[in-house]
């Protein structure tokens, strides 16, 4: 999303805006449910929690992992989700792991533990 890239929380607030109506067309209902709850609540920040609303209109909303492309920042959940992806990679992915559900879903509920724990060996 480029007001990620760019930094920009008030282009961020914008573009929720700008879809919420399509949400509710094209009958996304958690779409519908939790933008609509996530709108209103960074609409008032700054009269609810003044601080939070300064860090992230200061740029505190989205991370750089890298030096190489000024342009290259993406949001702080995103971060998180491509970091521990990155840190639990199989060589083909879930692909020919396992055709038992179960496993799979013991996969993914443990992938953050088995991240957390290849860094520290790794370093």
Known sequence: ??????????????AIRAVLPWCFVYDKINYSR?????YVEMTRLSIDHPDAHV????????VQLGRQDRFGRISVDQTIEE????D????????????????LSHYYLTAEYRSTCLKQLGN
């Open 34 to 38: 939790y933008l609509s709850v996530y």
């Open 1 to 14: 999303m480029r007001s990620s890239r760019e930094d920009n929380w008030l282009l961020h607030l914008y």
């Open 55 to 62: 860090r992230l209109e200061n740029g505190g909303f989205s």
């Open 83 to 86: 970091s521990v992806n990155k």
């Open 88 to 103: 639990t990679q199989t060589p083909r992915g879930t692909k020919g792991f396992s055709l038992k559900p179960a496993a």
